[in-house]
Nanobody, 126 residues
């Protein structure tokens, strides 16, 4: 059974940092683009960042550009999301997802992702 397992969430003060990890089990995702999405209380889930299958390209939602960094280590079959300069509006459950198609650059659309993790809570509060 394929699972994506996120970790690294928690409570952090405004301006703080966290590093989220996504470690798939059951198969390798080194040939698939990987994305991060988030869902804040009372809001729809939104795209945050995506990294191509080989790490050669990344894209971010405007609200996190310059503050978040997505990366991957295919040797470890792990994807990361570094969150810096966190704001209260970044509070959400963060999900990682694996694209349905191989060798892509990744997209903003949830429908293009086949596997999802259970999410990890990030709370930014003083």
């Amino acid at each position: 059974q394929v699972q994506l397992v996120e970790s690294g969430g928690g409570l952090v003060q405004p301006g703080g940092s966290l590093r989220l990890s996504c470690a798939p089990s059951g198969r390798t995702f080194s040939r698939f683009a990987m994305g991060w999405f988030r869902q804040a209380p009372g809001k729809e889930r939104e795209f945050v960042a995506v990294i191509s299958w080989n790490g050669g390209s990344t894209h971010y939602v405007d609200s996190v550009k310059g503050r978040f960094t997505i990366s991957r280590d295919n040797a470890k079959n792990t994807v990361y999301l570094q969150l810096s300069s966190l704001k209260p509006e970044d509070t959400a459950v963060y999900y990682c997802a694996a694209a349905a198609a191989r060798y892509g650059s990744g997209t903003y659309s949830e429908s293009d992702y086949r596997y999802w993790g259970q999410g990890t809570q990030v709370t930014v509060s003083s």
